[in-house]
T-cell receptor, first 112, second 113 residues
Framework: GESVGLHLPTLSVQEGDNSIINCAYS??????FIWYKQESGKGPQFIID?????DKRQGQRVTVLLNKTVKHLSLQIAATQPGDSAVYFC???????????FGKGNQVVVIP | KAGVTQTPRYLIKTRGQQVTLSCSPI?????VSWYQQTPGQGLQFLFE???????NKGNFPGRFSGRQFSNSRSEMNVSTLELGDSALYLC????????????FGPGTRLLVL
């Protein structure tokens, strides 16, 4: 991915296992959160989002958990597949604002 | 629907030159945002355009500018290029300017020599 730079946190996971990616966000006023996946040579791809009036949201094989008390966001991927290998970014923004603030990214490597 | 498209995909320029990048949003999307991605700084917001008006601006120098046309297509311009402007420039579109999901294009890779 494009943000594979210095000291990008890396999660190595066996194919078929579950993955958990964590993100600490910075702005307590943020109320909309998004997870993106970026594969090498591509732009970020939307995975799932959550608003601050929820603490959990599920999609296809993915679940996002939001803990506003400690400003923490996580992405759970069930039954991780080789195609899940990518860099994952969390992003935050506040109401009425399209300006996304991105986290540094987490590299996920799926071991076949 | 076709996704967000960006042209050109790759570009090589020399210091001091200027460059214009183009973005066509998803059909029906009126908001276009631009981001710069580098290994050191990650993804950083440049600016957002909605209905041909700049609605939000990030912390970049005035050398970085943009505009949006009536068909929602957008361009960004970087003047007096510096080596540090080498980056992947990403465009994202959304339905409007109010926290709708943003969809990204593949980016334009700019290398400044």
């Amino acid at each position: 991915g494009e943000s594979v730079g210095l000291h990008l946190p890396t999660l190595s996971v066996q194919e078929g296992d579950n993955s958990i990616i964590n993100c600490a966000y910075s702005n307590s006023a943020s109320d909309y959160f998004i997870w993106y996946k970026q594969e090498s040579g591509k732009g970020p791809q939307f995975i799932i989002d959550i608003r601050s009036n929820m603490d959990k949201r599920q999609g296809q094989r993915v679940t996002v958990l939001l803990n506003k008390t400690v400003k923490h966001l996580s992405l759970q991927i069930a039954a991780t597949q080789p195609g899940d290998s990518a860099v994952y970014f969390c992003a935050e923004t506040s109401y009425g604002n399209n300006r996304l603030a991105f986290g540094k990214g987490n590299q996920v490597v799926v071991i076949p | 629907k076709a996704g967000v498209t960006q042209t050109p995909r790759y570009l090589i320029k020399t210091r001091g030159q200027q460059v214009t990048l183009s973005c066509s949003p998803i059909s029906g999307h009126r908001s276009v945002s631009w981001y710069q991605q580098t290994p050191g700084q990650g993804l950083q917001f440049l600016f957002e355009y909605f209905s041909e008006t700049q609605r939000n601006k990030g912390n970049f120098p005035g050398r970085f500018s943009g505009r949006q046309f009536s068909n929602s297509r957008s361009e960004m311009n970087v003047s007096t290029l510096e080596l540090g402007d080498s980056a992947l420039y990403l465009c994202a579109s959304s339905l409007d300017s109010g926290q709708e999901t943003q969809y990204f294009g593949p980016g334009t890779r700019l290398l400044v020599l």
